[in-house]
């Protein structure tokens, strides 16, 4: 295994874990409110805040399917973390997409079901910035009125799904947003419309 994939864990696992689980809940908790996890890790080529969810929350027990993995990531993360790999979008607790213009349909991951809406897939999306993007109104728990949201390179295509799957409520997927050290919430439960609609 090449030495890049042996280094870049966390300097501290229980106390850097701790903090991104604690920043993840208050993201999830606050759709649309970016919460900074942390820096790079040296020799890693994912931003900081998707390189710190993986190795909080992955163990040996959540397999994670890789949209794109030329970067060796999955080895990487299986000798931090257990990490089995998923061979397929709805086989995956977790996945991890890096490339915005081949994002599989959202409903090919796991979608849970009525009794056990938590069995579903955690979407993990590394967005270049944060900003530019067409305004977009989110709304519902966590939200006391409205936040717009503008995040760039996400096709519109990409939101109508989102719509629906907040439809499917309480089953669907969660997804959360990450840019460099920065992560935003979209659970299943946010509505997504375009910002000028009421």
């Known amino acids: 295994m090449n030495q890049r994939h042996l280094a870049g864990g966390l300097a501290d696992h229980v106390h850097d874990s701790q903090h991104t689980f604690r920043a993840l809940l208050d993201a999830m908790a606050r759709p649309g409110q970016a919460r900074r996890l942390g820096p790079a890790l040296p020799g890693v080529a994912l931003g900081g805040a998707m390189a ?28 931090h973390t257990g ?40 979407l993990l999306l590394e967005l270049p910035v944060f900003e530019g993007g ?17 995040l760039a390179g996400l096709s519109a295509d990409f939101w109508r799904q989102c719509q629906a799957n907040q439809a499917g409520f309480p089953q669907g997927v969660d997804m959360v947003l990450t840019c460099g050290e920065w992560a935003i919430g979209l659970p299943r439960s946010t509505q997504v419309q375009p910002a000028l609609e009421r």
């Open 134 to 150: 067409v305004p977009l109104a989110w709304r519902g728990p966590g939200i006391e009125d409205v936040t717009v949201v503008c």
């Open 52 to 79: 710190r969810l993986l190795l909080s929350m992955a163990d040996d027990e959540t397999a994670v399917w890789w949209q794109n993995d030329d970067a060796g990531l999955a080895p990487w993360l299986r000798f």
């Open 83 to 122: 990490a089995p790999l998923a061979d397929q979008p709805q086989a995956a607790a977790f996945a991890v997409i890096t490339d915005l213009s081949q994002i599989p349909l959202l409903a090919d991951f796991a979608q849970g079901s009525p009794t056990s809406p938590e069995q579903s897939t955690t």
